[in-house]
């Protein structure tokens, strides 16, 4: 009987510990939301980026880069709309595609919801 109240109470401790930890940022879920910026990004992003913007590896070998995580190549909101906007480093542009809104939406989605260190704080660039 003794080791049975034992094991209860080491659960009940463990329990306890782990509630001491603070869990992982929930990831923003592309897939789930009903945003207009979501929908775009699904439109005309995801086809490259991935359907979750974690990257991916084109057919013909083209790494496309994580838009959620590693070392971004644009930091600051205007080098993510010009990004957008004019394309380069393989990207096509997007402003003849997409309205003036459409593309600053985009570039806010990127930065506010899909840049994971922004979000949890530890972003130290521009």
Known sequence: MFRVKLLII????LVGFTGCFESPANTFVIAQSKSYEASLFRQ??????GPEANGRTLDDGTVVPSL???EFKFKTEAGIYKQIAEGGH??????NQLTE???RLLTEFVRNE???S?????????
């Open 10 to 13: 080491a659960c009940f401790a």
């Open 44 to 49: 005309n992003c995801a086809i490259c980026h």
């Open 68 to 70: 959620r995580q590693g």
């Open 90 to 95: 393989g990207m096509l542009p997007f402003r």
């Open 101 to 103: 809104r459409e593309l």
């Open 114 to 116: 899909l840049r994971e």
């Open 118 to 126: 922004i979000r949890q704080g530890s972003f130290s660039g521009q």
